[in-house]
């Protein structure tokens, strides 16, 4: 009984920390933002304001080719860069946003009628 009662009371004292879960594994390059709150560790509130903020600084962006998810080992690197771990710019700076399957046949398209 009583470590069933020292166990209700760790859990209470997590409050906030709910959403570390950091026990799921960190497989994909593309993520949620549910997924990157998770692996974050901050609750989605907290998670969109932070990526509202910082989108503006040069956040990694969804992108509409792979669902609207962000590339999860840019935006490490950006945070690593905030927190000046690496120097800033010094990866290869992802499009604004990765061209569409619809824009690249568009583009084809293009391209060839132009070439006669």
């Given at each position: 009984?009583?470590?069933?009662?020292?166990?209700?009371?760790q859990?209470?004292?997590?409050?906030?920390?709910?959403h570390n879960l950091t026990e799921q594994s960190d497989a994909g390059l593309f993520?949620?933002?549910?997924e990157l709150f998770r692996r974050l560790g901050?609750?989605?509130?907290?998670?969109?304001?932070?990526?509202?903020?910082?989108e503006s600084q040069g956040f990694p962006r969804k992108q509409p080719l792979f669902s609207n998810k962000r590339y999860w080992?840019?935006?490490r690197h950006f945070l690593d860069?905030?927190?000046?771990?690496?120097?800033?710019?010094?990866?290869?700076?992802?499009?604004?946003a990765i061209p569409?399957?619809?824009?690249?046949?568009?583009?084809?398209?293009v391209d060839q009628s132009g070439s006669h």
């Open positions: 009984m009583i470590e069933h009662d020292e166990a209700e009371h859990d209470r004292d997590l409050g906030r920390l709910r993520v949620s933002d549910k901050v609750g989605p509130t907290t998670g969109r304001a932070a990526v509202r903020t910082l080992p840019a935006v860069g905030l927190y000046g771990l690496v120097k800033r710019g010094t990866a290869h700076d992802a499009p604004e569409t399957q619809v824009q690249i046949r568009r583009r084809r398209r």
